[in-house]
């Protein structure tokens, strides 16, 4: 169960890498996916599946998606591929420095541990269910400061992209 | 540290840099940011499960929250660049320069 973890937390990392790397954008978008991929699997196997449920869901199937049609405005007529000079280039001396880290802070300690999420068979609901449900309960003020900001957001794409003279970013 | 640390650590990191070296397209840094802060809803979500803390949990789903905001106002920005400019290359953020 351990190497599983170590698996997807290194997919996590390869992710990274490849959004880091700058390669065109729709290979960036490739590189995240893989990320939140093995992100909401390495959440399942530490046993928070609802975190994970709101990770693949909202980052995953709402702000990716709209990332990935968002691509298309990006388009190259030549795109750099992974086997681009500049995109190597820059995706080895990332992965150098991440290595270097590694080992300059020394790796022989880092070994994943178990660890619970039902408090070792004592509570009757799951660490993160727990947790999620005082949303509607202590932290209704969090709730709503949370709603209040993305309407506020809607006004603020609105007036982003209104363009005619009174939009944002217009050199015309 | 710990290997759970390392890694949504050094994936911060990376994306960090890549943002920092970001080249041609505004959408390639927003990509950086998006991971950034998908490293950060994981490292937010391990730390409950360490400390045992339930209420935690909450945190990491209000990241999210303020990070769809976020997303959604970058990419408003890349569609007014893309609008006045013909594409979004970073080039074309010149008004303030020198």
Redesign the interface.
């Known amino acids: 169960m351990m190497n599983f973890v170590l698996f997807l937390s290194a997919f996590f990392i390869l992710g990274g890498l490849a959004v880091a790397s700058n390669p065109s954008p729709y290979y960036g978008v490739v590189g995240l996916v893989v990320a939140s991929a093995a992100g909401c699997g390495w959440l399942v196997s530490l046993g928070v599946s609802f975190m994970s449920l709101v990770l693949v869901m909202v980052y995953l199937g709402g702000m990716l998606v709209v990332f990935v049609y968002s691509v298309s405005l990006a388009a190259d007529p030549y795109p750099e591929a992974w086997n681009d000079w500049r995109v190597i280039g820059y995706g080895v001396g990332l992965g150098l420095v991440v290595i270097v880290g590694i080992v300059l802070g020394g790796l022989l300690e880092c070994w994943p541990g178990g660890v619970s999420v039902n408090n070792a068979g004592v509570s009757w609901v799951r660490l993160d269910f727990g947790g999620a449900a005082m949303f509607y309960s202590w932290g209704a003020g969090l709730f709503l400061v949370g709603g209040w900001g993305l309407l506020l957001t809607l006004f603020v794409v609105l007036e982003l992209v209104r363009g005619l003279s009174r939009g944002a970013i217009r050199a015309v | 540290?710990?290997?759970?640390h390392?890694?949504?650590y050094?994936?911060?990191?990376?994306?960090a840099?890549?943002?920092a070296?970001?080249?041609?397209?505004?959408?390639?840094a927003?990509?950086?940011l998006?991971?950034m802060i998908?490293?950060m809803?994981?490292a937010l979500?391990?730390w409950?499960?360490?400390t045992?803390?339930?209420?935690?949990?909450?945190i990491?789903?209000?990241i999210?929250?303020?990070?769809?905001?976020e997303?959604?106002?970058g990419?408003?920005?890349?569609?007014?660049?893309?609008?006045?400019?013909g594409?979004?290359h970073l080039h074309n953020f010149n008004?303030l320069q020198c």
Not at chain 2, 21 to 28: D, E, M, N
Not at chain 2, 75 to 85: G, P
């Open positions: 540290m710990s290997f759970l390392l890694s949504f050094s994936a911060f990191t990376l994306s840099l890549g943002l070296f970001h080249r041609t397209h505004l959408i390639s927003l990509l950086c998006e991971s998908l490293s809803y994981v979500t391990i409950p499960i360490h045992q803390t339930p209420s935690s949990t909450i990491p789903i209000l999210l929250t303020f990070s769809a905001c997303a959604g106002t990419l408003a920005l890349l569609v007014a660049s893309t609008r006045t400019h594409s979004d008004l």
